[in-house]
């Protein structure tokens, strides 16, 4: 042994841990099972999906005083990219961008009682009322990709109905180059009744997909 070196005792065999691994190692995975799965972060302070409903919603004023970062950002893009924003075809891209995206975001700007516009009716009926196949479209918030869908609404009116204009809004736009795929993406969301009532959610889904 060299002169100043001090070998570490050797750790006895026995010394192991319960899970079968020397001490201060990780279990791997192997024949007996999978390392066990790390614990789900804590929820507890997670809003819900609707909790920014009592934000105020975004106004004209604030488009315009937004616009100009907008720009920015997409001229940053194009920059990013390789090209030149200066360049003759690309000089009022960033503009005309930043307007479209505050176009497709245009839903920021309204709120519940701006799609109603009073449109509530007292009517003594009480059964389901559906408007289907209602075009629409969005924007991605993975990817900031339009997409385009169909949506299906079904309530039980309790005493009053509301207007079927204020369902089904005209999508007055035809995006271009979307691109069709044999493929098909479907979710449904189920609140009040039909998430508790079985047969009034069959009823439902019967409806639609007849």
């Not at 690309?90 to 479209?100: M, Q």
């Not at 736009?173 to 969301?189: A, C, E, L, P, W």
């Amino acid at each position: 042994m060299e002169k100043g070196l001090v070998r570490a005792p050797a750790k006895p065999r026995s010394a192991r841990c319960s899970n079968g691994f020397p001490e201060g190692e990780p279990p791997r995975p192997g024949p007996s099972g999978p390392a066990e799965k790390p614990p789900r972060p804590e929820t507890k302070n997670v809003q819900p999906a609707d909790g920014w409903k009592g934000e105020r919603p975004r106004s004209e004023e604030d488009n315009e005083l937004n616009l100009p970062n907008l720009e920015a950002a997409y001229s940053s893009i194009l920059r990013s990219l390789g090209e030149d924003p200066q360049r003759q075809g690309l000089l009022k891209t960033p503009w005309r961008a930043a307007t479209a995206m505050q176009f497709f975001t245009k839903g920021y700007q309204e709120t519940i009682s701006d799609v109603l516009n009073d449109a509530i009716f007292d009517e003594d009926h009480d059964e389901m009322v559906i408007v289907k196949d209602i075009d629409m479209f969005s924007m991605c918030e993975h990817h900031l990709v339009p997409f385009v869908g169909k949506v299906h609404i079904g309530y039980l009116p309790n005493k009053q109905v509301l207007g079927l204009s204020k369902l089904a809004r005209h999508m007055c736009m035809v995006m271009r180059g979307v691109q069709k795929m044999n493929s098909k993406t479907v979710t449904s969301t189920m609140l009040g009744v039909f998430r508790e009532d079985p047969k009034t959610r069959e009823e439902f889904l019967t409806l639609i997909k007849s």
